[in-house]
């Protein structure tokens, strides 16, 4: 059974730093795309960006609005994914949740598979 | 970035009526179109993929449909646990991007 299991969430001041884990269980964590999704509280879904796995080298892509201030990450052995989330503002309060996306080669896999999210406030 | 326009924003419905949802991409995704269920406090669930391809599991009462521009998600025939919001994804092309979703409420 495909498991996502966050953690490292709370509440955070502006201008200040949190980093996001998420282990994975289930299946083979390094053949796997995996992408953070974000949702703040009463509103739509946002992509926050992928981290691409072993087979296409570990590249990373960001949504405009996070980029140069979170980094994405993953251990292969921990079986683990995370999101180093830096300058953090009140507009990045929202849910964050880790998505499994499949083999790189595979597109019809994309958004399989979401952990339960884990709750980031930023807030003075 | 291309841009995802559902439309209805919201929309109300009766049980057993026949529902359908639009999602308009400002530019061609080829089929790379994903459809999303969330109801209050849970966890999004992916119910098509690839346009038109239905999720194991999900009921045959939902399909896709599109490609290119155009794309539309159908409930035949609505049923109590169908009321949630639901999203359309672009995995086409950099950035990633969702429609505004669509609330569909009992009428």
Known sequence: EVQLVESGGGLVQPGGSLRLSCVASGFTFSDNVMDWVRQAPGKGLEWVGRNDGRV????TKYAASVRGRFTISRDDSMNSLYLQ???LTTEDTAVYYCVRSGE????????????????VTVSS | DIQMTQSPSAMSASVG????????ASQGISNYLIWFQQKPGKVPKRLIYAAS???GGVPSRFSGSGSGTEFTLTISSLQPEDFATYYCLQHNSYPITFGQ????EIK
């Open chain 1, 56 to 59: 296409k080298g570990y590249t």
């Open chain 2, 101 to 104: 979703g669509t609330r569909l």
């Open chain 2, 53 to 55: 391809s239905l999720q």
């Open chain 1, 85 to 87: 989330m830096n300058s």
């Open chain 1, 104 to 119: 790189a080669a595979n597109r019809n896999v994309r958004f399989d598979y979401w952990g339960q999210g884990s709750l």
């Open chain 2, 17 to 24: 009526d026949r529902v359908t949802i639009t999602c308009r």
